[in-house]
């Protein structure tokens, strides 16, 4: 699954974020401009923090990549290696953590998804993306967030 937001639609409130923190004692989100930026669920043979590594505490389950704390040694090498720099630190857990979907909560949706008046966020399965491509009204958004999404980068 993948996260999908609504650039034009996002009004800034940070109820996603504050929904986060909430849940998992950080936020595993992030804000840029007015706009919360989300890990980019990368595929887990693939993903820059797993392959960097060293001790192999970001693993995957259930399709989606998730930090073991307790295997996690706090070397910082994920966040340097996380394209999105979507990787946070637990102080209290002593841990890395990322966005799992919220998969490690006791919750249905997504705390942010869940939290989000404007109905901004959505949940995108990898299988639908191709019917959404061809969809107009989607790519626009699409562009649209790239174009936020590159001015942050860059």
């Known amino acids: 699954m993948l996260m999908v937001i609504d650039p034009a639609?996002?009004?800034g409130c940070d109820d996603c974020i504050n929904a986060c923190k909430k849940t998992h004692g950080v936020a595993r989100v992030r804000k840029a401009?007015?706009?919360p930026v989300f890990c980019l669920q990368c595929h887990p043979e693939k993903a820059p923090c797993a392959r960097i590594c060293p001790v192999g505490a970001i693993r995957e389950v259930d399709g989606a990549l998730v930090i073991d704390e307790d295997?996690?040694?706090l070397c910082k090498l994920?966040?340097?290696a996380c394209p999105?720099?979507?990787i946070v630190l637990d102080s209290e857990k002593k841990s890395a953590e990322k966005c799992t979907l919220c998969m490690d909560a006791d919750c249905l949706l997504p705390a942010c998804v869940d939290?989000?008046?404007e109905n901004v966020l959505k949940l995108v399965s990898v299988d639908d993306l191709a019917d959404l491509r061809d969809r107009m009204e989607f790519s626009e958004v699409?562009?649209?967030a790239m174009k936020i999404y590159r001015g942050k980068v860059n």
């Open 9 to 11: 639609r996002c009004s």
């Open 33 to 35: 401009d007015r706009m």
């Open 71 to 73: 295997a996690c040694i």
């Open 78 to 80: 994920c966040m340097v």
């Open 84 to 86: 999105a720099g979507m």
């Open 115 to 117: 939290a989000c008046k």
């Open 142 to 144: 699409l562009e649209e």
